[in-house]
T-cell receptor, first 111, second 111 residues
Framework: EPEVTQTPSHQVTQMGQEVILRCVPISNHLYFYWYRQILGQKVEFLVSFYNNEISEKSEIFDDQFSVERPDGSNFTLKIRSTKLEDSAMYFC?????????FGPGTRLLVL | EDQVTQSPEALRLQEGESSSLNCSYTVSGLRGLFWYRQDPGKGPEFLFTLYSAGEEKEKERLKATLTKKESFLHITAPKPEDSATYLCAVQEIGNDYKLSFGAGTTVTVRA
């Protein structure tokens, strides 16, 4: 059964550093998403991506965040200058239409 | 204002003791309501999509139902492997395919 995969599974970085989180969505899906979950809190929407452009983004997704689909299989989230409050689990998801399938997540720790 | 409210926050069940989880939602137009299961440190695992009031979906010991204001996830004769956090999420018409999640109900089933 096709799955969404994410790398790395864990990332530790220093405040102010740039990180890139990678995702391989399910191959025939058209919509791609990033969500985050701060420890003990709800899953929060960050951004959706369709047809090589952002289709919607949340207030959290400010100028320090960017997304890219650099080739036919990968989907990346870049955080330019990490802050302590960026520490969270980051989930990638993909969908054909409404139903989204999530990856296992990247646990990001900013020190 | 929260769009999705789940109750109870936590539920402890004896193996075989059936129960129900509640998800109340407020959206101007519902495209879909989704149930996911999340194990600790993992990504949400898709369970069900419900589109309209009166709809029901079943999978093994789980059954999801939908009304115009809420959804229920019924767990029949649970087993310890049903222990997880169950997440409810909604998609609103006009909001792309973004999911808005509730805080979840953590279910613990004791043998």
């Amino acid at each position: 059964e096709p799955e969404v995969t994410q790398t790395p599974s864990h990332q530790v970085t220093q405040m102010g550093q740039e990180v890139i989180l990678r995702c391989v969505p399910i191959s025939n899906h058209l919509y791609f998403y990033w969500y985050r979950q701060i420890l003990g809190q709800k899953v929060e929407f960050l951004v959706s991506f369709y047809n090589n452009e952002i289709s919607e983004k949340s207030e959290i997704f400010d100028d320090q965040f960017s997304v890219e689909r650099p080739d036919g299989s990968n989907f990346t989230l870049k955080i330019r200058s990490t802050k302590l409050e960026d520490s969270a689990m980051y989930f990638c998801a993909s969908s054909k239409v409404e139903t989204q399938y999530f990856g296992p997540g990247t646990r990001l720790l900013v020190l | 204002e929260d769009q999705v409210t789940q109750s109870p926050e936590a539920l402890r069940l004896q193996e075989g003791e059936s129960s129900s989880l509640n998800c109340s939602y407020t959206v101007s137009g519902l495209r879909g309501l989704f149930w996911y299961r999340q194990d600790p440190g993992k990504g949400p695992e898709f369970l069900f999509t419900l589109y309209s009031a009166g709809e029901e979906k079943e999978k093994e010991r789980l059954k999801a139902t939908l009304t115009k204001k809420e959804s229920f996830l019924h767990i029949t004769a649970p087993k310890p492997e049903d222990s997880a956090t169950y997440l409810c999420a909604v998609q609103e018409i006009g909001n792309d395919y973004k999911l808005s999640f509730g805080a979840g109900t953590t279910v613990t089933v004791r043998a």
